[in-house]
């Protein structure tokens, strides 16, 4: 159990055009989602933190505007990057937490998407 | 952001050598998780270990947690050429909350 999905696995697309990640609980609810990014040979860094039926809440230094996050259902939340451009090419995983409670905190990572942008 | 440092950045070893590598944060933390990413791959959770404990075990697998020093370790026991990865401490600040990841060592081992 606690399976995430994302798709497209990898995505490639020209500049000025955008492109849709989604990230998926296969066999249970998350009301919490978490999408990163991740540059070749770096760590992961926090973008938003996504919870069902209400707005994302973006880290320091993420344009709310170029991705938009949706968080509709609790098995599914979207990242839009909107208007790519080449520098917006990175690996995109999302990680969604189990249930209600949290006392510790599990998480489940999605595989990861990447996106290339010409 | 609280992001961690690991230590080292990168380390080589051969089969069958123990792999040690070190995580420190920066604030207080709820618990202490690390993962291990193969190239272009999505993460693979390994251990998580809580704020009040000090060390736990899994596998060949074993984690120390120094509070008072905010730092944690993670050894890899007598490694296989297949440990070779990228390995990432993370933290979180309040149950519930985002995992704050360190800058990870990437680990080769050599058969």
């Known amino acids: 159990g606690a399976v995430v999905s994302q798709h497209p696995s990898r995505v490639i697309c020209k500049s000025g055009t955008s492109v849709k990640i989604e990230c998926r609980s296969l066999d249970f609810q998350a009301t919490t989602m978490f999408w990163y990014r991740q540059f070749p040979k770096k760590s992961l860094m926090l973008m938003a933190t996504?919870?069902?039926?209400?707005?994302?809440?973006?880290e320091q230094g993420v344009e709310k505007d170029k991705f938009l996050i949706n968080h509709a259902s609790l098995t599914l939340s979207t990242l839009t990057v909107t208007s790519a451009h080449p520098e917006d090419s990175s690996f995109y995983i999302c990680s969604a937490r189990r249930g209600q409670r949290v006392s510790y905190n599990e998480q489940f990572f999605g595989p990861g998407t990447r996106l290339t942008v010409l | 952001s609280q992001q961690g440092e690991e230590d080292p950045q990168a380390l080589s070893i051969q089969e069958g050598e123990n792999a040690t590598m070190n995580c420190s944060y920066k604030?207080?933390?709820?618990?202490l998780q690390w993962y291990r990413q193969n190239s272009g791959r999505g993460l693979v959770h390994l251990i998580l270990?809580?704020?009040?404990?000090r060390e736990k075990h899994s596998g060949r697998l074993r984690v120390t947690l120094d509070t008072s020093k905010k730092s944690s370790s993670l050894l890899i026991t007598a490694s296989r050429a297949a440990d070779t990865a990228s390995y990432f401490c993370?933290?979180?600040?309040?149950?519930?909350?985002?995992?704050?990841f360190g800058k990870g060592t990437t680990l080769s081992v050599s058969s």
């Open positions: 604030t207080s933390i709820n618990n």
């Open positions: 270990i809580r704020s009040n404990e």
């Open positions: 993370a933290t979180d600040r309040q149950a519930g909350t985002a995992l704050i």
């Open positions: 996504s919870n069902e039926g209400s707005k994302a809440t973006y």
